[in-house]
């Protein structure tokens, strides 16, 4: 089973937010009828996937001081 297969399977069975993790490429050129609540383009940067994962599940994220 490939990732949009499995995609597809999780929103069968419920609302959770579901997050791709693609090459720029490889996003343009997928058309699926799974709906994503973001996509992230690889390389990720750990602060975006984090930031992103809070924003998938509702939470709010504390303004970030930069030093």
């Not at 990732?3 to 997928?30: C, D, F, N, Q």
């Amino acid at each position: 089973m490939d990732g949009l297969t499995l995609a597809a399977e999780i929103r069968k069975s419920g609302a959770l937010p579901l997050i791709m993790l693609t090459l720029a490429w490889y996003r343009s050129m997928v058309k699926t009828g799974v709906k994503f609540a973001a996509y992230l383009t690889k390389p990720i940067k750990p602060s975006q996937l984090y930031d992103t994962l809070n924003r998938g599940f509702g939470r709010t994220i504390p303004h970030r001081s930069k030093i």
